[in-house]
């Protein structure tokens, strides 16, 4: 999602009731905070959300809390895929936080993401 686009994507996310799945895999998402902030508000507002795949987007540890924080109230999200985003141990906390406070999600996603024993 190009950060020009990133709005209206948004919105039409946000706004959809017919929307239950995204899938932004390699989308470059990370690569524009606007594009994070934008998707990240809008899957907060979409509350029939079930399925995210962000995955390969870099989101780095920055977006992935964004997300979370978005993600922890949400009612029906069971599955969360965030593979190749460079998350680290610090982005794994994030995740840990969400997964704590959100039981719908069922699955979730991390391969790839450099995560050690401390995260």
Known sequence: VPASMAPA?????????????????????GQSRVAV?????????????KLLDLSHNGLGSTGVQLFCEALSPHPVLEELLLSENHIGNQGSLHVARLISVNC???ALGLASNSIGNEG
């Open 9 to 29: 994507f948004a919105t039409f996310v946000a706004r959809s009731a017919a929307v239950t799945s995204i899938s932004c895999a390699g989308a470059g998402i």
């Open 104 to 106: 719908s999600i069922t």
């Open 37 to 49: 902030l934008e998707l990240s508000k809008a899957c907060k507002a979409n509350q029939t959300l």
